[in-house]
């Protein structure tokens, strides 16, 4: 199963990459993390249902120090990731 994410806020220059990562890892999820030039956070994540869903809610949270104010969430294509990467 996999979904885009974007989410909205105060997500950029507070760790929120590392700690999405740190997240992702720790749920068992692969893919990947990067900041878009509009000043949101763009996530794509694989994994199981449950671990997909405990993700979304801790992204409608936000790690220490963000204030996300709204996340977009769409269905993704499944593309066989094997790790969690934070892009450029």
Do not use: C
């Not at 720790?26 to 030039?37: D, F, P, T």
């Not at 949101?40 to 809610?57: D, K, N, Y």
């Not at 709204?70 to 990467?85: K, M, P, V």
């Amino acid at each position: 199963m996999n979904r885009r994410i974007k989410v909205h806020g105060k997500v950029q220059g507070i760790f929120f990459r590392k700690n999405t990562q740190q997240k992702a890892l720790e749920l068992g999820l692969y893919g990947w993390v990067k900041n878009e030039e509009d000043g949101t956070v763009s996530v794509e994540i694989e994994g199981e249902l449950h671990s997909i869903l405990a993700m979304q809610s801790w992204l409608r949270l936000g790690p220490p120090n963000s204030e996300v104010e709204n996340i977009e969430i769409s269905q993704g294509q499944d593309q066989g990731y094997n790790d969690f990467l934070i892009l450029q």
